[in-house]
């Protein structure tokens, strides 16, 4: 929502999200021109964020919530084009639809673009050599996805404290995570299971094989 | 291009038909709830320049979704046919 994000967190969370987003810019125009297959796939990928955060599915207790899609990006191409993608989706959302907004833009592209997809990276990597691609890509979408509503609640929490200092900050963080929880829990898995059979329908028309992804991290 | 227009004409009204029947409190208006709860006299500082309403609102995010399911079946597609997997 615009102006609801202090405006101290709102240029912190900017100055923070920059740099990665500059860097991923860089990396994705890099990526585009190495071939015409490497080019579409990242146009896929890109397009799976913009269709699965368009929806807004309805989840337990009469909630609903978004999911970020970017677990397909993370997997082909690593954290650093994911952010710069992500930035691409918020701000339509931002300028066209005043969802979340320009002063929230560098929280959402922080727990959306940067923290979410990295910590996803990071699981994917850690069960890889032990679970095939698409089990594996399943893993990465769901942890990507509640990494980011985690970032989210921590970034609520930090700005709306329940109390003075680090533990008014940190229990405001909880009160967040909880309202998330609830709704993001299953729509994540289900996350999981969307970009596990993207992967494998990528898998099935040879486009990418367990050894040649995208472009590697 | 018109059947993957088509995909994206379909996908895109399935998610109006989701975001306006489906329904549901959504998690960031929960959020914003919570967040006023804990900080009473909070303002926005800043208001949108401009907002399309709920219908509005469900109507480009049908919009989005439209246009990222016609680049998702146009590219899939180019993937699937063209050399472009060989290269």
Same mark, same amino acid.
Request: overall charge neutral; aromatic content about 10%; charged content about 10%.
């Given at each position: 929502?615009?102006?609801?994000?202090p405006?101290?967190?709102?240029?912190?969370?900017?100055?923070?999200?920059?740099?990665?987003?500059?860097?991923?810019?860089?990396?994705?125009?890099?990526?585009?021109?190495?071939?015409t297959r490497?080019k579409?796939?990242?146009?896929?990928?890109?397009?799976?964020?913009?269709?699965?955060?368009?929806?807004?599915?309805?989840?337990?207790?009469?909630?609903?919530?978004?999911?970020?899609?970017?677990?397909?990006?993370v997997?082909?191409?690593?954290?650093?084009?994911?952010?710069?993608?992500?930035?691409?989706v918020?701000?339509?959302?931002?300028?066209l639809?005043?969802?979340?907004?320009?002063?929230?833009?560098?929280?959402?592209?922080?727990?959306?673009?940067?923290v979410?997809?990295?910590?996803?990276?990071?699981?994917?990597?850690l069960?890889?050599?032990r679970?095939?691609?698409?089990?594996?890509?399943?893993? +990465? *979408? /769901?942890?990507?996805d509640?990494?980011?509503?985690?970032?989210?609640?921590?970034?609520?929490? $930090? @700005?709306?404290?329940? #109390?003075?200092?680090?533990?008014?900050?940190?229990?405001?963080?909880?009160?967040? +995570? *909880? /309202?998330?929880?609830?709704?993001?829990?299953?729509?994540?898995?289900?996350?999981?299971?969307? $970009? @596990?059979?993207m992967? #494998?329908?990528?898998?099935?028309?040879?486009?990418?094989?367990d050894?040649?992804?995208?472009?590697?991290? | 291009?018109?059947?993957?227009?088509?995909?994206?004409v379909?996908?895109?009204?399935?998610?109006?038909?989701v975001?306006?029947?489906?329904?549901g409190?959504?998690?960031?208006?929960?959020?914003?709830?919570?967040?006023?709860?804990?900080?009473?006299?909070?303002?926005?500082w800043?208001?949108?320049?401009?907002s399309?309403?709920?219908?509005?609102?469900?109507?480009?995010?049908?919009?989005?979704g439209?246009?990222?399911a016609?680049?998702?079946?146009?590219y899939?597609?180019?993937?699937?046919?063209?050399?472009?997997?060989?290269?």
């Amino acid at each position: 929502m615009e102006g609801f994000l202090p405006p101290v967190w709102a240029i912190l969370w900017t100055v923070v999200a920059l740099p990665f987003v500059a860097y991923g810019a860089r990396r994705t125009l890099s990526t585009i021109r190495t071939d015409t297959r490497t080019k579409a796939l990242v146009a896929v990928a890109a397009a799976f964020v913009f269709v699965l955060s368009a929806l807004k599915l309805p989840s337990v207790a009469g909630s609903s919530s978004h999911p970020t899609g970017t677990g397909v990006l993370v997997v082909l191409f690593g954290p650093a084009i994911t952010a710069f993608v992500s930035t691409i989706v918020l701000l339509y959302q931002s300028v066209l639809l005043a969802h979340g907004g320009l002063t929230t833009l560098g929280a959402n592209v922080t727990s959306m673009g940067v923290v979410g997809p990295f910590v996803g990276w990071t699981a994917y990597r850690l069960v890889r050599s032990r679970l095939t691609l698409q089990q594996s890509t399943f893993v +990465a *979408a /769901v942890v990507t996805d509640w990494a980011t509503y985690l970032t989210t609640s921590v970034q609520l929490g $930090a @700005a709306f404290p329940a #109390g003075e200092g680090v533990s008014g900050a940190l229990a405001s963080t909880l009160d967040f +995570a *909880a /309202v998330f929880a609830l709704t993001q829990l299953p729509i994540g898995i289900l996350e999981g299971f969307l $970009a @596990a059979a993207m992967v #494998g329908y990528l898998l099935r028309i040879d486009t990418i094989s367990d050894r040649r992804l995208g472009v590697p991290s | 291009m018109k059947r993957f227009l088509l995909v994206g004409v379909v996908v895109a009204l399935g998610i109006l038909v989701v975001t306006t029947v489906g329904g549901g409190t959504g998690t960031d208006q929960q959020a914003v709830a919570l967040a006023t709860e804990q900080a009473p006299g909070y303002e926005q500082w800043v208001s949108p320049v401009w907002s399309p309403g709920t219908t509005g609102e469900s109507a480009l995010f049908a919009l989005q979704g439209g246009v990222g399911a016609t680049a998702l079946s146009y590219y899939l597609d180019r993937l699937r046919t063209s050399d472009a997997s060989d290269t």
